[in-house]
């Protein structure tokens, strides 16, 4: 494998409404996000992906974008911008921008050209269509429910694709005039000392542009989630994903991280290898076994046995072509430890332990924010309190599907993408510390214990503990280790336990953590120090025992 800036390093997902007001206004911004480069600094970390700070209506959160070169004044302006990139540069902080380029705003110049004009050149940068017998192009079905078809504008029979929301236009992709204008995008922000981008929905890029109908799925309303057809064009993204690594990133040396679902084993390669579509893509392996059916309402709890066989088969498939990236949770899920972990460690312990886990692992693990205070999800009391159109449309589903609302309201405080929206508990004092005025969205319940200034004091916090683990990886002794290690799981007779080996020529190092009720002991041969535990553990020879809800990094 060849060697590249970003590997060892760890990285930090910004969600910006929610991470710090600077000027009181309710909603986070980037002077705030200055305001807190010495905390991201402190904890370690060496990359930030800050989500779309991009001009935008905010239909979806910034993930509607109507300028590509313009920040939203929601945010600030394009002078705080640079000033945060020098900043962070300052810091060792390499910035990464999200970049949205399935979709644009119905907003964007670009589609309101094409809507005044249906034949001339802006139209050809989206997917537009005639209806078929008074119907849509064809049976497709949205990521946020309804058609991918809506009518363009004052058009009879003239339909536009949105694989999102309807005011999220579908940018063909086939079109190289436009893969040129996204490529001199992207050549701007590289200019201006960005270091890469978090690519957002992009196998969503791989279309068939006739547009077939699909067999119907198990959602009995006669359509097909739109993912079926991305499923079967791989290939199409993949060539428009080489181009785009040819011409603009492996040049300036940018560092990429794919949003990629459902990757098969086979073809891994094609995505994180030398010479793969992006440096890495993010590992919903756990995620997918939860979303494993075609309704949101059907989710599945995972056990810890088939939450480990979800991580290690990550960890085996991409052993021998790249780097995956270990999330616990992002924007768009609930928290992890909520999701993941049985509820009795549904706190510090549980969280700490989680976080050995998942920071050790081979590749480049992103942090979400909140993340490294052991945020739990949000009890939601009303439909009300919600804020994402996911899930507003999930709930209108759930009753449709014969839901009390009672029921429908309990699916979403298990799956709600708001869970991790809430802004970032800074203090135990008014608003969380977050902002001096309303803030945007309510406050997960348990800021006046879950914050940052409380964790800092704590040398057992949470928080302390996500400082520890960055710096372990970091240690000239342990850091080639760390990077470029072999990573194996260790088997145990127990159910509830996580263990791995990762080992580099004659260098061994083990993690281990116990989510049971039951005190746990392990034979790990070779193991001799320990060098990080959370809870009670103790290690006697190469015996490790480990307490309920323990964890441990032992080197050999
Ligand atoms: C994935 C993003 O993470 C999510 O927040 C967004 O709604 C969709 N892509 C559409 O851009």
């Known amino acids: 494998m060849q060697q590249q800036w970003w590997h060892g390093k760890t990285a930090y997902q910004i969600y910006p409404k929610s991470f710090y007001d600077s000027n009181g206004d309710g909603i986070g911004d980037i002077k705030g996000i200055i305001a807190k480069l010495p905390y991201l600094h402190a904890l370690g970390i060496e990359i930030l992906w800050i989500s779309p700070i991009y001009k935008s209506p905010f239909v979806d959160n910034g993930y509607d974008i109507a300028d590509y070169q313009a920040i939203d004044p929601t945010f600030g302006t394009m002078e705080d911008f640079d000033e945060l990139l020098a900043r962070a540069k300052e810091l060792g902080i390499a910035i990464i921008m999200d970049l949205v380029v399935n979709h644009c705003s119905s907003e964007h110049e670009w589609f309101k050209r094409a809507c005044a004009n249906p034949h001339g050149e802006e139209a050809s940068y989206f997917y537009f269509r005639e209806g078929v017998d008074g119907h849509a192009p064809n049976n497709l079905r949205a990521n946020f429910g309804g058609s991918v078809w809506d009518k363009v504008p004052g058009q009879d029979n003239l339909y536009y694709c949105h694989f999102f929301a309807k005011e999220q236009p579908d940018l063909n992709w086939f079109n190289p005039k436009l893969r040129q204008k996204i490529y001199q995008m992207i050549n701007w922000w590289l200019d201006k000392g960005v270091a890469g981008f978090r690519i957002d929905a992009i196998m969503s890029i791989g279309k068939d542009p006739t547009f077939p109908n699909y067999t119907p799925d198990a959602l009995g309303d006669g359509m097909c989630a739109c993912g079926a057809m991305n499923a079967q064009c791989n290939d199409v993204a993949t060539r428009f994903l080489q181009?785009?690594?040819?011409?603009?990133?492996?040049?300036?040396?940018?560092?990429?991280?794919?949003?990629?679902?459902?990757?098969?084993?086979?073809?891994?390669?094609?995505?994180?290898?030398?010479?793969?579509?992006?440096?890495?893509?993010?590992?919903?392996?756990?995620?997918?076994?939860?979303?494993?059916h075609c309704a949101y309402y059907a989710y599945d709890k995972l056990t810890i046995a088939q939450y480990r066989a979800a991580l290690f088969k990550s960890q085996r498939q991409a052993a021998h072509c790249g780097f995956i990236a270990p999330v616990i949770e992002n924007h768009d899920e609930p928290r992890g430890v909520s999701c993941y972990l049985p509820p009795m460690w549904h706190n510090a312990a549980g969280a700490k332990a989680l976080g050995t886990i998942i920071m050790l692992l081979r590749g480049i693990p992103f942090i979400y924010q909140g993340q490294e205070l052991g945020m739990l999800n949000v009890q939601f009391n009303s439909i009300d309190e919600f804020n994402d159109l996911q899930s507003v449309e999930e709930y209108r589903r759930c009753l449709q599907h014969g839901l009390s609302k009672t029921e429908a309201l309990a699916v979403l405080n298990a799956q709600a993408r708001d869970h991790a929206r809430t802004p970032m508990p800074w203090t135990g004092g008014a608003q969380a510390?977050?902002?001096?005025?309303?803030?945007?969205m309510r406050l997960q319940q348990d800021y006046p214990q879950v914050n940052v200034a409380a964790q800092d004091k704590d040398p057992n916090s949470v928080l302390?503990?996500?400082?520890?683990?960055?710096?372990?990886?970091?240690?000239?002794?342990?850091?080639?280790?760390?990077?470029?290690?072999?990573?194996?799981?260790?088997?145990?007779?127990?159910?509830?336990?996580?263990?791995?080996?990762?080992?580099?020529?004659?260098?061994?190092?083990?993690?281990?953590?116990?989510?049971?009720?039951?005190?746990a002991t392990l034979h790990l041969p070779g193991a001799r120090t320990m060098s990080l535990s959370t809870g009670k553990v103790q290690l006697q020879g190469d015996k490790l025992h480990l307490d309920p809800g323990s964890s441990a990094v032992i080197v050999g």
């Open 464 to 519: 302390q503990h996500y400082r520890r683990l960055v710096a372990l990886k970091k240690e000239p002794s342990l850091q080639q280790l760390l990077t470029y290690g072999s990573c194996e799981e260790v088997d145990t007779p127990y159910e509830a336990v996580i263990c791995y080996r990762r080992t580099l020529d004659s260098q061994i190092l083990y993690v281990a953590a116990n989510f049971g009720e039951w005190d």
């Open 433 to 440: 510390g977050f902002t001096l005025g309303q803030p945007w």
């Open 243 to 292: 181009e785009m690594q040819a011409t603009v990133f492996r040049p300036r040396r940018a560092f990429t991280v794919g949003e990629v679902f459902s990757l098969q084993e086979d073809n891994l390669a094609d995505f994180i290898g030398d010479e793969g579509n992006f440096s890495t893509i993010f590992d919903f392996g756990p995620r997918q076994c939860v979303c494993n």
